[in-house]
């Protein structure tokens, strides 16, 4: 059963969320198709490149993303904050780089526009704000410039999406730290890489790559375009400014959970499990099973099992999925 977008996303619970969308019959349109015989690797870069020019323009930050073979994952924050502060001139220089303007905005822009005019300029302008932080019109102006780039390219028309994107609300920390990890993982755990230092496409590699020396010699991913991604914690910063958790921590996170979710150590807890788990009161057992592949057991929201019940109340359910394996997760 499919539900209305409206739904799904609600910036009153929270304003991180998990998107994902998949290639048509899951092809391998952004890979290695052995059985068309073609290489569409690069199709990824598509991707990265689409993704920085939109967290450019958009006030919506990326937290996490994974360009795979057949599909991507991207974790959004909504910065509405942000938005607020745009006059109406940022607004529709931002808006400009994605849509032409209609006649009666340039009219307003220029100085020449009537009364009734300037009145209609403005309502389209404060339209454009808000669609600037919505995250259906981010992935439409992602999915869509994808879809028509590749199609050009073999030379085709029909769809390239199975459908519309699953989006995945994380309502506190765990949540966001499992989808996060979960996300950076997709390449070590589809084997496509070994370690996430070597895991390309994906933000821990962009993370990684901006704490190495800069310009090395020989240095493939310099040619990798620049996606800002939203900024970890530091010491002493203001809660809500960033993602709720150390750089430091998560590497050494991440890089732990990829051990242990290799096919000859599945199941098993490396002894040097960072105290992040512990701070934020997640089973380890648990999280290495949600680690492994399909694990992501959640649907359309992600988080501890009393944050979970609200977010169902708020749209109105009285049940959601997931409520059993948070209460396994996410312990008190």
Known sequence: ????????????????????????????????????GKDYSHRKQW??????????????EICAYAVMSNHYHVLLYVNRQRARTWSQQTVIERWEQLFRLPLVVARWQSGSASQTEAELAERIIEGWRAR???????????????????????????????GRFRSQALLDEAGLLTAMAYVDLNPIRAGIATTPEAAEFTSIYDRI?????????????????HIPLRAFKTAGECAGLSIPFSLEDYLELVDCTGRAVRTDKRGAISSSLPSILHRLAIDAEAWQRAMQPNGNVFGRALGRLDTLRLHAATLGQQWIRGLREAERLFVK
């Open 1 to 36: 059963m499919g539900y209305a977008r409206k739904n799904l996303v609600s910036l009153q619970d929270t304003p991180y969320y998990h998107c994902i969308a998949r290639c048509v019959r899951r092809a391998w349109l952004w890979g290695v198709d052995e059985y068309a």
């Open 47 to 60: 991707v990265t490149e689409r993704l920085a020019q939109l967290a450019n323009i958009f006030s919506i």
């Open 132 to 162: 600037l932080l919505d995250i259906s019109w981010f992935m439409r102006c992602l999915n869509e410039h994808l879809a028509r780039r590749a199609n050009a390219e073999d030379e085709c028309t029909g769809r390239f999406w199975e």
């Open 209 to 225: 790559r901006t704490l190495r020396p800069a310009n090395r010699s020989g240095d493939e991913s310099t040619s990798l375009p």
